[in-house]
Each structure stands twice: as structure tokens, then as C-alpha cells.
């Protein structure tokens, strides 16, 4: 069996930058072993498979995985699947996408970008004792929660955020836990990293999902509904957010690095 692959890195101003996600189109579902084995083989942080929907209202069916198992929400493969369809199809302005377990996601042109759409999920506070003994930071600010298993930390500074030297066994041990550590930014209005160590990613590099946690906790807090982004991971990405209702929305650019044929 041939399967087209295509490589692109999301977020991205420029190759080698942003979060690298493989979108492979499908005809028809494989069992979930083989797109398990399959993300596995690509080793990035996710694979996104698409299929064409005849359905009112869904253009693709989408599905994503990390080398280990598949995931609840992924944001930069999302962008990077719109990035896929809508730069082979320049009549299509947006590319709506039916999710398992997020619902509807939606990706749209945007000048020599694009938007894309996520729920909104609010963290609430809680104590998280082993993942900020596992970062190995000092000077907490808040620690919060959302159900979905992020853990969202926030400290002070963005000096902070980048020395961070985590313990990536200590926070793998504490399951499939996205862990997200944020604080105030210096040339964007907030700073972040995400470590993902009980899904096979001891860093990611650009996470759309773990926006969709900080912007409806940084927009009360900053007083304002759009404010821009930098996850500071050796990679590096930056984001525009916006907080719509229960929408949040996230702006950002994308390149295609490889094309190819998966062998199967």
C-alpha cells in the first residue's frame, strides 16, 4: 500500500522552525494499530490522518497520534492539515475539520497565514505538588487544572521559563499529562514550554492545545481578549491568540519541508 506523507512545520516563519507534523491522507480508516504504528515509524511529536467527508458542513474526518497513542486535541497538526488542503485548493478560503473528541475545528486564510479554531478550555485551580517538584522550579505563581489532563504552571518571569532543566522521568511517571509552564513574555506578551513526557515528547515544540488552556487563563488576566505568544523551545514558535466566546483562536504560519510516499 502507497500513502502520501507530507511534512510541514506549523507555526513556522521559516523551515527548521515551529512544530514539525505529518499529514497523511486516507481514502478510508485503518485500524487504529497500524496509524499507531504508523505515527510511531514518523516519530513526531504527532500525525494528523485525514479523510474526505461527504457530510453537510465537514470537509475532513481527522485524527491524531503521537508515537504512543492518540490524542484528545492537537493544535499544530490541525494547522498544518488546513495548511495541506488549502494550499492545494486555492478556491477554498476555510477547511472545516469533524474531530472525535474535540468537535468541530476550523482552519482559515489569513493574509500569508492562517486562523485556527480550538474550544476553550479554562483551567481551574489545583495543587500539582509532583509536577512542580518535577520541573524543579522555585517561586510558583499558580498552579491549575483542566480536566482533559493539562497542568498549567505559572511562574513569574520569563527567565524562569527558559532555565527550566525538568526531571522528564519524574513527569512521565505522572501519566499522559501535558504539562504547560507560562509566565509574563518579553517581546510577546507571554512565554511558554510544554513537556508531554507520558505521551513520548519530553519537550514539543509549538503546541496549539496547550494554548487553548493558557489564552482564556492569560485573557483575564491581561484584561484583554488578543495578545501574541512565543513558546521558547530550542525550535521556537510564535502565535497570535484571541479569545472568542468559547473559541480560542490562534494565528500562525506554516511551511511544507518534505513530501513523500509512506510504503505499507
Not at 493544535?75 to 495548511?83: E, F, V, Y
Not at 479554562?122 to 498552579?143: M, Q
Given at each position: 500500500?502507497?500513502?502520501?506523507?507530507?511534512?510541514?512545520?506549523?507555526?513556522?516563519?521559516?523551515?527548521?522552525e515551529?512544530?514539525?507534523?505529518?499529514?497523511?491522507p486516507?481514502?478510508?480508516?485503518?485500524?487504529?494499530?497500524?496509524?499507531?504504528?504508523?505515527?510511531?515509524?514518523?516519530?513526531?511529536?504527532?500525525?494528523?490522518?485525514?479523510?474526505?467527508?461527504?457530510?453537510?458542513?465537514?470537509?475532513?474526518?481527522?485524527?491524531?497520534?503521537?508515537?504512543?497513542?492518540?490524542?484528545?486535541?492537537?493544535?499544530?497538526?490541525?494547522?498544518?492539515?488546513?495548511?495541506?488542503?488549502?494550499?492545494?485548493?486555492?478556491?477554498?478560503?476555510?477547511?472545516?475539520?469533524?474531530?472525535?473528541?474535540?468537535?468541530?475545528?476550523?482552519?482559515?486564510?489569513?493574509g500569508?497565514?492562517?486562523?485556527?479554531?480550538?474550544?476553550?478550555?479554562?483551567?481551574?485551580?489545583?495543587?500539582?505538588?509532583?509536577?512542580?517538584?518535577a520541573?524543579?522550579?522555585?517561586?510558583?505563581?499558580?498552579?491549575?487544572?483542566?480536566?482533559?489532563?493539562?497542568?498549567?504552571?505559572?511562574?513569574?518571569?520569563?527567565?524562569q521559563?527558559?532555565?527550566?532543566?525538568?526531571?522528564?522521568?519524574?513527569?512521565?511517571?505522572?501519566?499522559?499529562?501535558?504539562?504547560?509552564?507560562t509566565?509574563?513574555?518579553?517581546?510577546?506578551?507571554?512565554?511558554?514550554?510544554?513537556?508531554?513526557?507520558g505521551?513520548?515528547?519530553?519537550e514539543?515544540?509549538?503546541?496549539?492545545?496547550?494554548?487553548?488552556?493558557?489564552?482564556?487563563?492569560?485573557?483575564?488576566?491581561?484584561?484583554?481578549?488578543s495578545f501574541?505568544?512565543?513558546?521558547?523551545?530550542?525550535?521556537?514558535?510564535?502565535?497570535?491568540?484571541?479569545?472568542?466566546?468559547?473559541?480560542?483562536i490562534?494565528?500562525?504560519?506554516?511551511?511544507?519541508?518534505?513530501?513523500?510516499?509512506?510504503?505499507l
Amino acid at each position: 500500500m502507497r500513502l502520501p506523507i507530507t511534512q510541514i512545520d506549523a507555526f513556522a516563519r521559516a523551515p527548521f522552525e515551529g512544530n514539525p507534523a505529518a499529514v497523511m491522507p486516507l481514502a478510508d480508516w485503518l485500524d487504529d494499530a497500524t496509524l499507531l504504528a504508523i505515527a510511531a515509524e514518523n516519530n513526531l511529536s504527532e500525525t494528523a490522518f485525514i479523510v474526505a467527508s461527504g457530510d453537510d458542513g465537514v470537509d475532513f474526518d481527522l485524527r491524531w497520534f503521537t508515537p504512543t497513542s492518540e490524542v484528545v486535541l492537537c493544535g499544530h497538526a490541525t494547522l498544518a492539515s488546513g495548511h495541506f488542503v488549502l494550499s492545494s485548493s486555492p478556491d477554498m478560503d476555510q477547511v472545516r475539520f469533524r474531530t472525535r473528541k474535540a468537535g468541530m475545528l476550523e482552519v482559515a486564510r489569513v493574509g500569508s497565514g492562517y486562523e485556527l479554531a480550538l474550544p476553550a478550555w479554562g483551567p481551574s485551580p489545583k495543587p500539582l505538588p509532583a509536577i512542580v517538584a518535577a520541573l524543579g522550579v522555585d517561586g510558583v505563581n499558580e498552579t491549575l487544572w483542566h480536566q482533559h489532563r493539562y497542568g498549567l504552571i505559572v511562574l513569574d518571569t520569563a527567565d524562569q521559563v527558559r532555565a527550566l532543566d525538568p526531571d522528564f522521568r519524574a513527569l512521565a511517571r505522572e501519566g499522559d499529562v501535558l504539562t504547560i509552564v507560562t509566565a509574563p513574555g518579553e517581546n510577546t506578551d507571554i512565554i511558554s514550554r510544554v513537556f508531554a513526557c507520558g505521551a513520548g515528547i519530553d519537550e514539543d515544540p509549538v503546541t496549539g492545545s496547550a494554548h487553548a488552556v493558557m489564552v482564556p487563563y492569560w485573557a483575564k488576566r491581561l484584561g484583554r481578549d488578543s495578545f501574541t505568544a512565543y513558546q521558547a523551545s530550542k525550535r521556537g514558535g510564535h502565535l497570535t491568540c484571541r479569545l472568542d466566546g468559547d473559541r480560542v483562536i490562534l494565528g500562525g504560519q506554516c511551511v511544507t519541508v518534505m513530501e513523500g510516499t509512506f510504503l505499507l
